[in-house]
């Protein structure tokens, strides 16, 4: 394993500066809403980790000095990552999200459907006083991408299909596209190249599906007060992830949990055996390795464009994606 | 009662050319999606009025031939308005639209709300790829404005605060501002002036209330064949709409109902009853009434403008939307 000096995404001092006029803006989009809007959505935005926004701003600047359309883009991309958050705990029923209870919870499922509508006008709100129409775009396409993952996993549900070709076509879908257009965003940004945009987009591509695998390695062996929520809520939900798609294949206990997992009223019942043996298993490191071999190609990437400080800190936030702990 | 030829908004002759392309162009922005998502939302857009292109088309009519600015743009506010009922029904847990049954019906909420979010991206893909980011400002205003209202209406759900200002007040936020800014949108299409584009946002605002009035009326008097859901919905889910304003107010009925109406448990049980005495009230003619003054507003408005066959229309229009059946 790679070592990494500091593994908080939350900690790029680099940009510090930038990241308070982007938090200074998020809120600023919030506290603009008349209440009781206003009073539903300012919890809901503290304690997140700003991948997004972050990404946005770094393959800006490897462009480009900051610009207003950098920080614009970075917040709408926020937005656009917290409103599917919030449709996400009404779909997934969550009650927790960050140690807070979710807007659903607190509120109930009809206001949070339209929170969640309220914060993606919002991002639009700003993406089109601005006209970053190139960056609404690539949000654009995201969006609908997101849609199509969590919709064919609805409508699919069956955990028959699960295999590791499935699980990287919906990873794709509802994490990495978003992470990829946030670095499409923050190119157009930086005026970069058609063919950069496209490069620096295939970074952002492979880092979402570290992002996603290390998720979804947190839900099986993560601490529950840092992550803030409960541990192995995927696959109480019937989500076959893939650390649980490579339990599958393990010698000692595929064939034991294989009909369990394939029922999804069956595997609460066996449920924290069933995290006791996927860490005795291979599945973790398998995982792991998955995980560790994006990131190396996301940073294969990075290896095209000229030397800076930001492209340097994508190289190591590619570290940080994996060794993070929440 | 004004008497009207042809009470369908669904028939106007003089703009079926421009209504074919509007629908065709709206069938292909859902028929360029992917499966599932494609047969998900096929169905769902059959049998609307599309009352809210028209408008766009018929405003921007008003100042300059047409043009495909007015066509996306209008297929956009028939998309976002689309995915706004498809949230509506997920909140309101309604079974029936349209002589349908609804997605969160057929597929269950989850999928509904993906939908509705998807739908949402597609009307925004539109307005962007077309550079529409005037007609897109008006319509996010609107969105933001529909989502305050249905929030306040979740949040102080309670019936203790049910007047007649704060009916306007929601009704305005919940339906006349789409309708208002499918007007504006529709004038800059048409290149209009500022002011004219205020005057003709005032137009579509006091014709969304009589819109809005209408509906709740054909809550309580329609024919659920042709309106294509159940009578009574709105009373049964605790909506305190004008005609049960009016009927509180009423002094043969008014005393006999205030505690019942106050108490969205009550209601069900004598449902059929105070269905029967509504009608018996003055309730239905001051509703109806109501409607017919701010009708009579927005054809002041038009007056504004200067004579022509779509001004007319949109004259016409205002008696359609009043005497409308569906």
Chains 1, 2 share one sequence.
Request: aromatic fraction near 8%.
């Amino acid at each position: 394993m790679i070592s990494v000096a500091n593994p908080n995404i939350e900690d790029i001092p680099q940009i510090s500066k930038e990241m308070k006029l982007i938090e200074r803006e998020l809120m600023r989009a919030i506290e603009e809403s008349e209440e009781p809007v206003r009073g539903i959505l300012k919890d809901f935005f503290a304690g997140g980790k700003r991948l997004r926004p972050k990404l946005v701003l770094l393959t800006g600047l490897c462009f480009s000095p900051v610009n207003m359309e950098m920080i614009y883009s970075a917040v709408a991309a926020e937005l656009i990552h917290t409103a599917s958050l919030i449709h996400d705990d009404v779909i997934d029923r969550s009650d927790y999200r960050r140690n807070r209870p979710t807007i659903n919870y607190i509120y109930g499922n009809h206001t949070a459907v339209i929170a969640g509508d309220f914060v993606f006008a919002k991002a639009f709100e700003l993406l089109c006083r601005y006209n970053l129409n190139r960056c609404m775009g690539h949000l654009i396409d995201a969006i609908q991408e997101m849609c199509h993952g969590e919709i064919m996993q609805a409508v699919e549900n069956t955990n028959k299909k699960v295999d590791e070709d499935y699980y990287f076509k919906i990873i794709e879908k509802k994490t990495a596209s978003l992470i990829s257009a946030c670095c499409k965003a923050g190119a157009e940004c930086g005026k970069a190249k058609e063919e950069d945009i496209k490069k620096i987009g295939l970074y952002g591509l492979y880092l979402g599906y570290v992002f996603q695998i290390v998720d979804d390695l947190l839900d099986v062996i993560g601490d529950a007060t840092e992550i803030g929520k409960p541990i192995g809520q995927d696959i109480e939900e019937g989500k076959i992830t893939l650390p649980y798609i490579y339990f599958l294949q393990d010698s000692t206990f595929g064939a034991k949990y294989r009909k369990v997992l394939a029922n999804k009223s069956l595997i609460a019942a066996v449920k924290s055996e069933l995290l006791r043996d996927i860490k005795k298993s291979d599945a973790i490191s398998k995982t792991y390795a998955k995980a560790e071999e994006f990131a190396k190609k996301a940073r294969e990437i990075l290896k095209e464009f000229p030397d800076s400080i930001y492209r340097n800190i994508l190289v190591e936030l590619s570290f940080k994606v994996l060794k993070r702990k929440r």
